[in-house]
Nanobody
Framework: QVQLQASGGGLVQAGGSLRLSCAAS????????LGWFRQAPGKEREFVAA??????????ADSVKGRFTISISRDNAKNTVYLQMNGLRPEDTAVYYC????????????????????WGKGTQVTVSS
């Protein structure tokens, strides 16, 4: 059974940092792209960052480039995708979700990628001004 479990959210002041983690298990993800999305109250879910499993390609939304970094720790049994968030702003406040899908659509669509296969439950990030 595939599981994506996000953690690491919390309350932080503007300018601060947080690191989100997504523990991905239940299958081999070597042919997958993995990424992060977020949804703020009253807004649609939006792409934040994504990467290929081997780390060869990364993609970022324009709003987070230079501030957020996606990375992965690989283990045959368990893989963890991280989102290091620096220079946080109040507009980064949202529920953050991790997701995974076959890598083809990620390579084709980049920041327009909309995974369908696997989604985890979200973790709340709140940035105070």
């Amino acid at each position: 059974q595939v599981q994506l479990q996000a953690s690491g959210g919390g309350l932080v002041q503007a300018g601060g940092s947080l690191r989100l983690s997504c523990a991905a298990s239940g299958r081999t993800f070597s042919s997958y792209g993995l990424g992060w999305f977020r949804q703020a109250p009253g807004k649609e879910r939006e792409f934040v960052a994504a990467m290929t499993y081997n780390g060869g390609r990364t993609f970022y939304a324009d709003s987070v480039k230079g501030r957020f970094t996606i990375s992965i720790s690989r283990d045959n049994a368990k893989n963890t995708v991280y989102l290091q968030m620096n220079g946080l702003r109040p507009e980064d406040t949202a529920v953050y979700y991790c997701a995974a899908d076959l890598v083809g659509p990620l390579l084709r669509y980049g920041s327009s990628w909309r995974p369908r296969d696997y989604w985890g439950k979200g973790t709340q990030v709140t940035v105070s001004s």
